[in-house]
């Protein structure tokens, strides 16, 4: 009787180790494909641009140190911004542009932002601003937010002088 018990508090212990070993490696694994922000930290934001209101590129560290590379990124925000009654807010597939307009992109060399007019629930329109930062992601030069990943090319965006950041001290 007392060979069973061992043998049955060895089996249990073996399960336990294998769950808890198999649950921190598919944690690690999920955060380290998606890591929350720190955009800004891996990407050029003062040459980033915003295209049809919606498609921000811009250059983004690669994982190839030996040439320490750069790709350039664009990745479409309606994956990653929604409107709140009139507030810009990070939301998964948000779609913001469908409410919002005249949206636009500026940086105070820390951070990007992006600030569109958008109603709210009365149509009232307000004046909103997100930190980008919060929200999107470089991944080995890709830009993403959520589960959503943004391409990369060695090509730069089309030529636009009108898509280019706004440099701003106003927000700090």
């Not at 930062?133 to 943004?150: F, Q, S």
């Amino acid at each position: 009787m007392a060979s069973i018990i061992r043998l049955a508090s060895s089996a249990l212990r073996g399960i336990i180790t294998l769950t808890l070993l198999t649950s921190s490696f598919l944690s690690a694994d999920v955060s380290a494909q998606h890591p929350t922000g720190g955009y800004a930290s891996h990407c050029i934001i003062t040459g980033a641009s915003l295209h049809e209101g919606h498609w921000l590129g811009c250059n983004c560290l690669n994982d190839d140190v030996a040439i320490f590379g750069y790709n350039y990124t664009w990745l479409d925000l309606n994956f990653c911004v929604g409107n709140r009654n009139g507030a810009l807010e990070s939301y998964d597939s948000g779609n913001y542009t469908t409410t919002c307009r005249n949206c636009r992109i500026f940086n105070n060399f820390r951070t990007i932002f992006l600030n569109c007019l958008c109603p709210d629930m009365a149509h009232v329109l307000h004046n909103s601003t997100l930190d980008l930062n919060t929200t999107l992601y470089d991944v080995d030069g890709c830009a993403g937010c959520y589960n959503h990943m943004g391409n990369k090319s060695s090509d730069g965006p089309p030529p636009s002088s009108s898509n280019r950041t706004l440099l701003s001290d106003s927000l700090v």
